[in-house]
């Protein structure tokens, strides 16, 4: 199992643990730790974090997972995520992601997530957020 979660929490962020780096989308570092509560509902004022505004705007989402998809997981590297401008978070290292009932939603090194708290397939990006014209 890899060093490095991602907790999907009910109404909430994904909470990341293990070696975490978080850049944006041209490659700079937002922020490095043991510990990083990343938005996933789309309406944080402090995007890519978790400021709460979850519980403002009634975000509602029993975090599932309806499509797992689960890999193997090689190696004990850092954990990168790069906010991609307007979309997804792309994860790229071991990880493995928990849905907020505790099962596999995904492990391997490489994935998307949904941070427009819109997608028909979370926690995965299925493209919704242009749709929606998220920005962010
Ligand atoms: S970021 Fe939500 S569907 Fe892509």
Known sequence: MSANQVAIRANGPYVCTGRIIVCDDAGSALREGAQVALCRCGASNDKPFCDGSHNRVGFADAGGCAKPEAGA??????????????????????????????????????????RCGQSQNKPFCDGTHKKVGFTG
């Open 73 to 114: 997981v090689s190696g004990d590297g850092p954990l990168r995520v790069t906010v991609k401008k307007d979309g997804p978070l792309f994860l790229e290292g071991p990880v493995q992601v928990q849905a907020a009932d505790g099962s596999v939603a995904f492990s391997g090194d490489k994935t998307w997530l949904c």
